[in-house]
């Protein structure tokens, strides 16, 4: 079920917003400040986690045992870094398509993941979680995996080390440029996106 939103009274014709900074780890009073469509620069730590280390991760909560990092308020990013050239922290890096964590993703939500950073929509399942659990699925940029490594200020290894590029990853990132996708109260830009496209290809305003 679509939670209401806050009233929010921008219009398609009023200038430009400026991005919003946020700071992570993001409290819930921020997380439901945002509405999908939203523009911001992330500044603070993320975790990078991908396909490999889902499986892990929510196998580790299925059998009640200990997560080798504590993930609750944190945000997650599906990405996975390319290894650093000298002076740096870290390689390219960029989004990973979304929808290959979706089968972990509620599970991880209501262990207490509140943000999460990816691209592409998401499934059904998600979506209601988002709502469920107070959290927000953030769109990165694809294909500027150099311009996004500009924003790393550090990377380490945190867990599961044997993954290599898919290991977990703690990072301290400045101003990163990100997309609210979809927001805590069911509000979806992909979706948005889409909608505004056929009416205007139906020549509506």
Request: hydrophobic fraction near 40%; aromatic fraction near 6%.
């Amino acid at each position: 079920m679509r939670r209401c939103a806050p009233a929010f009274h921008h219009k398609e014709d009023d200038p430009p917003m400026a991005p919003i900074r946020i700071t992570a780890p993001i409290d819930r009073e921020t997380l439901r400040s945002l509405h999908a469509g939203d523009q911001v620069l992330l500044s603070g730590t993320v975790y990078t986690a991908r396909d490999a280390a889902h499986a892990r991760l929510c196998t580790a909560l299925a059998e009640g045992r200990p997560l080798p990092v504590d993930l609750r308020e944190q945000t997650v990013f599906y990405a996975g870094p390319t290894p650093p050239p000298p002076g740096k922290p870290t390689g390219a890096i960029g989004p990973t398509t979304s929808v290959r964590m979706d089968a972990y993703t509620p599970q991880l939500l209501r262990y207490g993941v509140n943000a999460l950073i990816g691209k592409g929509g998401r499934t059904q399942p998600v979506m209601a979680a988002l709502i469920e659990n107070d959290a927000v699925y953030f769109a990165a940029i694809g294909g500027c995996a150099a311009y996004m490594a500009a924003c790393v200020e550090s990377c380490d290894v945190v867990a599961y080390e044997d993954l290599g590029t898919e290991s977990i990853k703690r990072l301290t990132v400045k101003d990163m440029p990100l997309t609210v996708a979809a927001d805590c109260y069911g509000g979806d830009a992909y979706a948005d996106g889409m909608n505004a496209y056929a009416d205007m290809m139906n020549g509506e305003e």
